[in-house]
């Protein structure tokens, strides 16, 4: 809802800190929305590190989830920026 103004006014940093809250309680799709948030840069500066780290994350689910479309965006991110 942060993220995109549903209800509330747009603010990136609480959805970040909510969506870590998630994340470390391990919910799946906060990994995948804060990995696209460092990626791009929405709100805040670009993390090519962060976006990595959430990325992998977003993998480690790989199997446990149905989503091959996130799965591919992970993989060709990680596969962009030549990390294994």
Do not use: Q, T
Not at 66 to 77: I, L, N
């Amino acid at each position: 809802m942060y993220e995109e103004g549903k209800g509330v006014a747009v603010n990136v940093p609480k959805a970040i800190e909510l969506y870590e809250i998630a994340a470390k309680r391990g919910a799946y799709l906060p990994c995948l929305y804060l990995a696209r948030i460092f990626a791009h840069g929405r709100d805040v500066p670009v993390s090519r590190e962060k976006a990595v780290a959430w990325y992998k994350k977003v993998l480690a689910n790989e199997g446990s989830v149905d989503d091959k479309s996130e799965m591919a965006e992970a993989r060709a991110y990680l596969e962009i920026h030549s990390v294994s």
